[in-house]
């Protein structure tokens, strides 16, 4: 009970899937973003919400988890918001094996428009300080 009313409590989107990629939980910040009832997802696999482009990202990166039982990390794009997900294994200690993964969706959409941000003011300075030494040089070539 604890651990479920942080799950719920976190900003983050959390889910858990199976092996085939159907879930077995989500919290509410998840259900919220993509609009679902808690009831909706049951039974339900990654791919019947999502395009088969995203699917075939996602599915590949449970089988890098499922093969190596190291948890995963990628970042996408989706609908001009930025996230961060790691896919962390399940492991059953009796088997050793992956029964599941939880997954943790973190919106980093901030992080990346400073770092766009941050690319450009670079750009700028570098091209202000190409001119200002083009000029300097140009000065010193008169002097000379």
Do not use: W
């Amino acid at each position: 009970m604890q651990y479920r009313s942080f799950v719920e409590s976190v900003e983050d989107s959390i889910y858990t899937v199976d092996c085939d990629t159907r879930y077995l939980l989500i919290n509410a910040r998840h259900l919220a973003r993509r609009n679902l009832l808690p009831q909706a997802y049951t039974g339900k696999k990654y791919g019947d919400f999502h395009s088969p482009t995203e699917t075939r990202v996602f599915e590949e990166e449970v089988k890098k988890v499922l093969e190596t039982k190291c948890p995963v990390q990628d970042e996408y794009e989706k609908d001009g918001r930025y996230f961060l997900r790691k896919l962390n294994p399940v492991i059953d200690p009796r088997i050793n094996e992956v029964v599941a993964i939880t997954v943790i969706s973190s919106d980093i959409t901030g992080q990346k428009l400073a770092e766009k941000n941050l690319e450009t003011i670079n750009r700028k300075l570098n091209l202000m300080n190409d001119i200002t030494r083009h000029d300097m040089l140009n000065q010193l070539t008169v002097l000379h």
